[in-house]
C-alpha cells in the first residue's frame, strides 16, 4: 500500500505543495495515481523527501537539486562528490576564517620572497595566498568594496597586508552571507585600526560555519540512508 501526501508533508512538516513542487522539479520519480486521481507515495518517495528536506540547511537548494538528479540517473558516485566538493570548501572557509583572525591579533601576514624580502605580490599571488579567484577581486573593486592602490607606473594593482586582509575578510563574510553594508562597515573599522567588531564578526562567522558543518552532517546522514534504500551502496 502507499503513502499519502498528507501523511509524508505531516511528517515533514511542510505542506503536499512542497511535494508537488519537488516532483515537478524532477528531484524524485515520478508518482503513480490512485484511481481518485490522488498521487501514491513509496517509501522511496518519502526517503527522497526526507533527504531534501535535510539537505537544503548544509548544501542548499541548487546542490540539493543536483544530488537528487545524479542519484535517479543511479551516478551515486557523481552525487557524493558533489557532496564532497561542498563540505571541502565549508572546511577552506572554516579555516581561512580562523587564520584570519589570527593576522588581525598579529596585524601581520609576513609574505616574504625565497631570500626573505618583503614580496610584491601580483593578482594572481593575492589569489594563491587567499584562495580568491582573480575575477572576484576584480569585481569587489568594481563594486567598490575593495580600493586597491595603483602603480604610478604600469598601473598594476598593488596590495599589502592590509589589502590581503580586506579580501580575506570579504571572502569569509560573503561565505557567511552578510551584506555588502556590513563589510562595507568593516573594512572602514579596519581602515581605522578598530579590529574589535572585525574580530566580533569573523568569531560569529565561525559559530554560523559550525552551524552549517552540522547541517551539513545531518544532510549527508539522509543522503546515506537514501543510498540504501535506493539500494545504490
Not at 141 to 160: A, S, V
Request: glycine letters at 6%.
Amino acid at each position: 500500500m502507499g503513502i499519502r501526501p498528507i501523511d509524508i508533508a505531516k511528517k515533514l512538516g511542510i505542506t503536499t505543495s512542497a511535494l508537488k513542487h519537488y516532483e515537478k522539479w524532477g528531484i524524485v520519480p515520478p508518482a503513480e495515481r490512485a484511481p481518485n486521481g490522488y498521487r501514491v507515495y513509496t517509501e522511496e518517495h518519502a526517503a527522497y523527501f526526507e533527504c531534501i528536506r535535510a539537505m537544503f540547511p548544509g548544501f542548499g537548494v541548487d546542490v540539493t537539486k543536483k544530488v537528487m538528479v545524479k542519484l535517479q540517473e543511479q551516478e551515486v558516485d557523481e552525487a557524493l562528490w558533489i557532496v564532497s566538493e561542498v563540505q571541502a570548501r565549508l572546511q577552506q572557509d572554516k579555516i581561512l576564517a580562523e587564520r584570519t583572525i589570527r593576522i588581525l591579533d598579529t596585524e601581520q601576514l609576513d609574505i616574504v620572497d625565497a631570500r626573505g624580502r618583503k614580496k610584491e605580490l601580483t593578482i594572481g599571488d593575492v589569489a594563491a595566498e587567499t584562495g580568491v579567484p582573480t575575477s572576484a577581486i576584480r569585481h569587489w573593486e568594481k563594486e567598490g568594496i575593495l580600493n586597491l592602490p595603483r602603480d604610478q607606473d604600469n598601473g598594476y594593482r598593488k596590495f599589502d597586508d592590509a589589502q590581503i586582509r580586506q579580501i580575506m575578510i570579504i571572502r569569509i563574510l560573503r561565505s557567511a552571507n552578510y551584506p555588502l553594508e556590513v563589510i562595507k562597515d568593516v573594512l572602514q573599522e579596519l581602515e581605522h585600526h578598530h579590529v574589535h567588531n572585525a574580530r566580533r564578526v569573523l568569531k560569529d562567522t565561525l559559530v554560523y560555519l559550525n552551524y552549517r558543518n552540522h547541517n551539513q552532517m545531518r544532510g549527508v546522514h539522509y543522503l546515506y540512508q537514501l543510498c540504501r534504500v535506493l539500494k545504490l551502496v
